[in-house]
């Protein structure tokens, strides 16, 4: 690879980065204009001191005459504390504006990216992006960001007064002070690879200890609780050295260029010494009041100051190409674009249709293709059964037919305004109250619907006998309710939804006799009320309550005939 070629993530993510920065630009113009203002503060703060005790010791000026330009340094140090809080606050609300921004962009493109994108990517790994790399987004955008023109515009101001006082001084200036940044690009180009070795590092971590976590009953059973203990601990410490390794490259840093700048602070020092002591005779050196040579010597600690702030918060610049560079590669994960909604009429204008396939053909990677072609057409208010072996394509067809996967190739239509609902084999159920979980998918409803919802999923016994109704907490992944509760609260969400087409994949899987029949009285009731189902399923009964029973192989799609027989619907 070519170092252009090299160089072109690094490249993508600075300028990503611009980007977000100038979403923000009102907030930094009005931090850099307040830097700006501080520093003019501080030049008039320090030739007023500097005026003060030459005034006193040069001039022997009585102290009660001198009360303006003590009123005046008064006054410069005031207006130095409000623009550096001025600058403060508005770096942090900028901050926090990208931060809230970019996470907002973060959610909606994995809500965009759907289930099935989704399994690709672990669940620790997302939430580290979501949480850690988008705030390491601020301290580029509070700080880095404003300071680094700072660094320029301050300087420039402090080099003008220094050459209208001493050309020769102000030269030493000049000459030290591209020092600073140069080590500071030096050793912050191994900062960022150590802070994106690092995201890496805690991805990882994370993603190792849930792995553990969820796995634990497994892992008892098994008697490998002290091996995961062992690997858990080796992955931390394996962080724990990198971390270490960066701290160290930011010590390094700052050490090297707290060396510069006090060695150039000591070279101006000496000159302004010696200068005033008449040992140097060279240029303006002879020149050199108290005056002049205390507001130099003044001036070094503050020349330095913008640049020393500047290396400071490079880290937090490093940081943020380090994050910028996984959310970037996120960001660019290109989410399905789902079924297109159009007006749809049937072929022999009986009823009209509900959602319609042409053509439709999927294939995944490694696999070839796994679905079609393939047309179908599902009329409003049918309840459809897809069945066939394991493999054969049913959930792929539910995933295209939801907006999950994309087709290869065909056209998916759906009726116009068309919404839908799902239900997986594994609902998804978050920790916290029944009514909670009821009022992801209505979150206005009010108690009296929800338990309307409960009691057509079959539910209505179980709220009766909990003590706490529906503020009955739930553990995570609905722990506390079984198998069966668990599927039929994920129904009564369906109800909730009033979606006119509902797509199910494998409703009654892993239940046992009971729960199955319920949910399937359950299902009955959502055809009742004239919603479109189309379900994957095995189930004999299932099969039994739809109007078309579909049947899958190699991804194609036969007709198969329903069974009716007591001994086929036992």
Same mark, same amino acid.
């Given at each position: 690879?070519?170092?252009?070629?090299?160089?072109?993530?690094?490249?993508?993510?600075? *300028?990503?980065?611009?980007?977000?920065?100038?979403?923000?630009?009102?907030?930094?113009?009005?931090?850099?204009?307040?830097?700006?203002?501080?520093?003019?503060?501080?030049?008039?703060?320090?030739?007023?001191?500097?005026?003060?005790?030459?005034?006193?010791?040069?001039?022997? %000026?009585?102290?009660? /005459?001198?009360?303006?330009?003590?009123?005046?340094?008064?006054? $410069?140090?005031?207006?130095?504390?409000?623009?550096?809080?001025?600058?403060?606050?508005?770096?942090?609300?900028?901050?926090?504006?990208?931060?809230?921004?970019?996470?907002?962009?973060?959610?909606?493109?994995?809500?965009?990216?759907?289930?099935?994108?989704?399994?690709?990517?672990?669940?620790?790994?997302?939430?580290?992006?979501?949480?850690? @790399?988008?705030?390491?987004?601020?301290?580029?955008?509070?700080?880095?960001?404003? *300071? $680094?023109?700072?660094?320029?515009?301050?300087?420039?101001?402090?080099?003008?007064?220094?050459?209208?006082?001493?050309?020769?001084?102000?030269?030493?200036?000049?000459?030290?002070? #591209?020092?600073?940044?140069?080590?500071? $690009?030096?050793?912050?180009?191994?900062?960022? +690879?150590?802070?994106?070795?690092?995201?890496?590092?805690?991805?990882?971590?994370?993603?190792?200890?849930?792995?553990?976590?969820?796995?634990?009953?497994?892992? @008892?059973?098994?008697?490998?609780?002290? *091996?995961?203990?062992?690997?858990?601990?080796?992955?931390?410490?394996?962080?724990?050295?990198?971390?270490?390794?960066?701290?160290?490259?930011?010590?390094?840093?700052?050490?090297?260029?707290?060396?510069?700048?006090?060695?150039?602070?000591?070279?101006?020092?000496?000159?302004?010494?010696?200068?005033?002591?008449?040992?140097?005779?060279?240029?303006?050196?002879?020149?050199?009041?108290?005056?002049?040579?205390?507001?130099?010597?003044?001036?070094?600690?503050?020349?330095?100051?913008?640049?020393?702030?500047?290396?400071?918060?490079?880290?937090?610049?490093?940081?943020?190409?380090?994050?910028?560079?996984?959310?970037?590669?996120?960001?660019?994960?290109?989410?399905?674009?789902?079924?297109?909604?159009?007006?749809?009429? %049937?072929?022999?204008?009986?009823? #009209?249709?509900?959602?319609?396939?042409?053509?439709?053909?999927?294939?995944?990677?490694?696999?070839?293709?796994?679905?079609?072609?393939?047309?179908?057409?599902?009329?409003?208010?049918?309840?459809?059964?897809?069945?066939?072996?394991?493999?054969?394509?049913?959930?792929?067809?539910?995933?295209?037919?939801?907006?999950?996967?994309?087709?290869?190739?065909?056209?998916?239509?759906?009726?116009?305004?068309?919404?839908? $609902?799902?239900?997986? @084999?594994?609902?998804?159920?978050? @920790?916290? /109250?029944?009514?909670?979980?009821?009022?992801?998918?209505?979150?206005?409803?009010?108690?009296?619907?929800?338990?309307?919802?409960?009691?057509?999923?079959?539910?209505?016994?179980?709220?009766?006998?909990?003590?706490?109704?529906?503020?009955?907490?739930?553990?995570?992944?609905?722990?506390?309710?079984?198998?069966?509760?668990?599927?039929?609260?994920?129904?009564?969400?369906?109800?909730?939804?009033?979606?006119?087409?509902?797509?199910?994949?494998?409703?009654?899987? %892993?239940?046992?006799?009971?729960?199955? +029949?319920?949910?399937?009285?359950?299902?009955?009731?959502?055809?009742?009320?004239?919603?479109?189902?189309?379900?994957?399923?095995?189930?004999?009964?299932?099969?039994?309550?739809?109007?078309?029973?579909?049947?899958?192989?190699?991804?194609?799609?036969?007709?198969?005939?329903?069974?009716?027989?007591?001994?086929?619907?036992?």
């Amino acid at each position: 690879m070519s170092r252009s070629q090299a160089q072109t993530p690094a490249r993508a993510s600075r *300028q990503w980065l611009a980007a977000q920065s100038r979403e923000v630009r009102g907030y930094l113009s009005l931090a850099i204009a307040a830097g700006v203002v501080g520093g003019l503060a501080t030049l008039a703060q320090l030739g007023l001191m500097a005026w003060l005790i030459s005034a006193v010791v040069v001039h022997e %000026s009585a102290l009660v /005459t001198l009360w303006p330009y003590a009123a005046a340094l008064a006054g $410069a140090v005031i207006v130095r504390s409000l623009a550096q809080w001025l600058q403060e606050t508005c770096g942090l609300e900028a901050g926090l504006r990208v931060k809230a921004r970019v996470r907002a962009q973060v959610l909606d493109h994995l809500a965009a990216l759907g289930p099935v994108s989704l399994a690709e990517r672990h669940s620790a790994g997302s939430t580290a992006q979501l949480v850690d @790399q988008v705030e390491a987004l601020e301290g580029y955008i509070a700080r880095y960001v404003p *300071q $680094a023109t700072l660094a320029v515009v301050v300087p420039l101001i402090f080099l003008g007064v220094a050459f209208s006082l001493d050309w020769l001084a102000a030269l030493f200036f000049l000459i030290a002070a #591209p020092l600073i940044p140069l080590f500071m $690009a030096l050793i912050g180009m191994g900062a960022q +690879r150590l802070n994106e070795q690092q995201f890496q590092a805690m991805t990882r971590l994370a993603g190792h200890f849930l792995d553990r976590v969820r796995g634990l009953t497994t892992l @008892q059973l098994f008697g490998r609780t002290r *091996q995961a203990t062992e690997e858990v601990t080796a992955v931390a410490d394996d962080y724990r050295r990198r971390n270490m390794k960066t701290l160290r490259v930011a010590f390094l840093s700052s050490a090297v260029l707290e060396f510069f700048a006090s060695v150039s602070i000591a070279v101006i020092a000496i000159y302004i010494g010696f200068g005033l002591l008449g040992y140097i005779q060279f240029g303006p050196a002879d020149q050199l009041t108290l005056f002049s040579g205390l507001f130099l010597l003044f001036m070094a600690p503050d020349f330095f100051q913008p640049l020393r702030l500047l290396a400071q918060h490079y880290h937090d610049r490093a940081s943020a190409l380090g994050a910028a560079e996984g959310l970037r590669a996120l960001l660019a994960q290109t989410p399905p674009q789902g079924p297109r909604m159009a007006p749809l009429d %049937s072929d022999d204008d009986t009823a #009209p249709l509900r959602a319609r396939l042409a053509g439709v053909s999927v294939a995944h990677a490694g696999r070839g293709r796994v679905l079609g072609p393939l047309d179908l057409d599902i009329a409003d208010g049918e309840v459809v059964a897809l069945v066939g072996p394991s493999g054969a394509g049913k959930s792929t067809l539910l995933q295209v037919l939801a907006g999950f996967v994309d087709a290869e190739s065909g056209e998916v239509l759906l009726h116009a305004e068309s919404r839908l $609902a799902w239900l997986d @084999q594994r609902p998804f159920l978050m @920790q916290g /109250t029944l009514a909670e979980n009821l009022r992801l998918v209505a979150p206005e409803a009010s108690d009296e619907r929800l338990r309307e919802a409960l009691t057509a999923a079959q539910l209505g016994d179980l709220l009766n006998a909990l003590p706490e109704g529906l503020e009955t907490f739930l553990g995570e992944r609905g722990l506390g309710l079984s198998g069966g509760q668990a599927s039929r609260l994920a129904l009564a969400r369906v109800f909730l939804s009033d979606a006119p087409l509902v797509l199910l994949d494998e409703p009654t899987a %892993s239940l046992d006799p009971d729960s199955e +029949r319920r949910v399937i009285e359950g299902l009955k009731q959502l055809a009742a009320q004239g919603r479109t189902l189309v379900i994957a399923t095995h189930h004999p009964a299932v099969m039994a309550m739809a109007d078309r029973v579909l049947r899958l192989e190699a991804g194609q799609l036969h007709s198969h005939d329903v069974p009716t027989s007591p001994e086929a619907l036992s």
